[in-house]
């Protein structure tokens, strides 16, 4: 039981990640060099946002922790987004 | 009685250890995105200072910073599945990469930041007061105070892996007994975390 709680991570996956964060970086460094005016950090920041998420999912295991775990960091996310779409309510309509 | 075998030690409780490392990464992320928040609110009001603020900062910098921190979180990432099929050879040397490549990182920032003493340009200098907007003001107060928070963070995170690389190097951190080592990793993948994010809100305004 023990053995199977703690999943062994091979080598090769983390390096498989490490090569689609570094791409997903020289993607996002690309598309803010295109001209999108205000999309272009909509577009930086989904980049980061799926390099989170990878970040996340398989370098701090959250993929094989327990579900409570995913269920914080979902709650937190969702908290500062909460926050942001709330405090920016407030500056845009003032 | 089988338990009794089974457990060396009856005070290790891993699942827990891990939960705890994570209620304090969440107020690390707090901490963070309240001054992302203020960020954006800067650059919502400022947008057009902010960027030709941004323009000051060495993208090449920040991209070879990038890398750095990505290879050192999959450095360490490694070396917790080192520890777990028992290489410790190879976990000590994941570590020393990981420290390694944390040192070369601060190195950087210690020129990036030197550059723009050199230009003039640090909380409160005169240059900044007279001679800049008050949205510039703000990006480079921000850029300070966030890019040395989170160069503080190298810091820490340097000296945890040092110590989690003792203990694993005296055998008290092993296969049966891996928490400190994973909360350091945890630690560290937090720091690479915040700057997936600092990159390219402060490199990449155009």
Redesign the interface.
């Known amino acids: 039981m023990e053995k199977e709680k703690h999943h062994i991570v091979p080598y090769k996956v983390y390096f498989y990640i490490l090569i689609a964060l570094i791409t997903l970086t020289f993607m996002s460094i690309g598309i803010t060099k295109i001209n999108l005016g205000g999309y272009s950090v909509l577009g930086a920041m989904i980049f980061s946002t799926i390099k989170s998420v990878l970040v996340l999912t398989w370098f701090m295991h959250l993929k094989f922790d327990q579900p409570l775990i995913r269920f914080m960091v979902g709650f937190v996310a969702l908290l500062f987004f909460a926050i942001t779409f709330i405090t920016f309510l407030d500056y845009y309509f003032r | 009685m089988e338990n009794a075998t089974q457990h060396s030690d009856p005070h290790y409780d891993q699942?827990a250890s891990?939960?705890g490392m994570?209620l304090f990464i969440?107020t690390e992320?707090?901490l963070f995105?309240g001054l992302f928040?203020v960020y954006?609110?800067y650059r919502?009001?400022n947008p057009e200072a902010f960027r030709l603020a941004g323009e000051e900062l060495n993208?090449t910098i920040g991209?070879i910073n990038?890398?750095i921190l990505?290879?050192s979180?999959?450095t360490i990432?490694?070396s917790t599945?080192?520890l777990?099929?028992k290489n410790k050879g190879l976990t000590i040397f994941l570590l020393e990469v990981t420290i390694m490549l944390a040192l070369i990182f601060l190195i950087n920032k210690y020129f990036e930041w030197g550059v723009k003493f050199d230009h003039g340009i640090w909380p409160g200098s005169q240059h900044l007061i007279n001679d800049m907007s008050k949205g510039e003001i703000l990006f480079f107060g921000l850029y300070f105070v966030m890019t040395g928070l989170h160069a503080l963070h190298i810091i820490v995170g340097m000296i945890i892996i040092i110590v989690a690389l003792n203990k694993v190097q005296k055998g008290t951190v092993h296969a049966d007994r891996p928490s400190l080592l994973?909360n350091a990793?945890?630690y560290w993948?937090l720091v690479?975390?915040i700057w997936?994010?600092l990159?390219?809100?402060f490199y990449?305004?155009?």
Request: hydrophobic fraction near 65%; avoid cysteine.
């Open positions: 699942e891990k939960l994570w969440f992320l707090l995105g928040l954006s609110i919502f009001l993208l991209a990038t890398v990505l290879v979180s999959m990432a490694m599945s080192a777990q099929k994973e990793g945890l993948h690479d975390l997936i994010f990159f390219p809100l990449l305004i155009h």
